[in-house]
């Protein structure tokens, strides 16, 4: 009884131990692998500040030259803005796909095969990828929006709505980044990939309610953006900085309470997170060995 007792009792005290020591190395192999994505990705500042431009382009000539045409929205939101926001739509996903492309060239030349061979979990490659590419995008978002406030756009900043924001932004750059990382392991050429980049990145945009509300678009059409994260994206991050009536979310839901509304669009955008961070994993996890 002896014997069985202190056998249990090392294996109870070695246990937590030997957990611990895996999940400091997993800890650890994520940390290089994130650290090795980030070099990769950012070597120069020119690999940053690319990505933005044509949304800054966007938010400091084009929003302002339709607001000066247009002057208000119907909701009575400065045009100005409400484009201004606009452009973080056409950011995150490009930054995203991107980001996704450099997988593709890691896969297909690059050092892939030995980072397979390393004591790290596969999931670990994903998840330093994801978090680098949300970086990325929330570093570039950083940029836009400090440029676009400088230009003039009339953001309405509370702590809710900056929160709201920010969680929203992030959440949809994961979404997109997982999007990317499932074409970037299934498409075998890096030019079949920048072929899909138009298509998914920048053609929901325009039906989304970037440069107009989606009521004011056919019937059938509006139907089809309600079903779009971007558009959810979109309405939160206007409700969050801007429109505090929630003008775009009762376009999607048709309630009256922007609260109650907001906390439906922003399910959404989690569930698309979480529904493509899951396949994005599962989906390399079966390429990889290929």
């Known amino acids: 009884m002896t014997t069985i007792t202190?056998?249990?009792?090392?294996?109870?005290?070695?246990?937590?131990?030997?957990?611990?020591?895996?999940?400091?190395?997993a800890l650890a192999g994520f940390a290089v692998l994130a650290r090795r994505r980030l070099a990769l990705s950012a070597r120069t500042p020119r690999e940053l500040i690319i990505p933005v431009l044509n949304p800054i382009i966007f938010a400091l000539v084009i929003a302002p030259a339709l607001a000066k045409i247009l002057g208000?929205?119907?909701?009575g939101i400065d045009y100005m803005t409400f484009v201004a926001v606009s452009t973080?739509?056409?950011?995150?996903?490009?930054?995203?796909?991107?980001?996704?492309?450099?997988?593709?060239?890691?896969?297909?030349s690059g050092a892939q095969r030995d980072l397979l061979a390393a004591p790290v979990p596969r999931s670990s490659l994903v998840a330093a990828n994801m978090a680098v590419a949300t970086l990325l995008s929330m570093l570039q978002l950083a940029v836009l929006v400090t440029c676009a406030a400088l230009r003039g756009a009339d953001f309405d900043v509370r702590a809710t709505g900056?929160?709201?924001?920010?969680?929203?932004?992030?959440?949809?750059?994961?979404?997109?980044?997982?999007?990317?990382?499932?074409?970037?392991?299934?498409?075998?050429?890096?030019?079949?990939?920048?072929?899909?980049?138009?298509?998914?990145?920048?053609?929901?945009?325009?039906f989304s309610g970037a440069l107009f509300p989606i009521s004011a678009m056919p019937a059938g059409l509006t139907a089809i953006a309600k079903f779009l994260p971007l558009t959810?994206?979109?309405?939160?991050?206007?409700?969050?900085?801007?429109?505090?009536?929630?003008?775009?979310?009762?376009?999607?839901?048709?309630?009256?309470?922007?609260?109650?509304?907001?906390?439906l669009s922003f399910t959404v955008v989690v569930a698309f997170a979480v529904l493509f961070a899951v396949l994005s994993t599962r989906v390399f996890a079966r390429t990889a060995v290929r």
């Open 6 to 25: 202190t056998t249990n009792n090392r294996q109870a005290v070695l246990s937590p131990t030997r957990h611990a020591t895996e999940a400091g190395g």
């Open 232 to 263: 959810h994206m979109l309405a939160l991050l206007r409700y969050g900085v801007l429109d505090r009536h929630g003008s775009g979310l009762h376009d999607i839901w048709g309630m009256s309470n922007p609260t109650s509304m907001a906390a």
């Open 162 to 206: 900056v929160v709201l924001f920010v969680a929203t932004a992030l959440t949809f750059s994961i979404a997109m980044y997982g999007i990317s990382e499932v074409l970037a392991n299934r498409i075998p050429t890096q030019e079949e990939y920048v072929a899909t980049i138009g298509a998914v990145a920048f053609a929901p945009w325009f």
């Open 72 to 75: 208000r929205s119907p909701g």
């Open 88 to 108: 973080v739509g056409i950011l995150l996903p490009f930054s995203c796909m991107s980001s996704g492309l450099g997988v593709l060239v890691d896969r297909v």
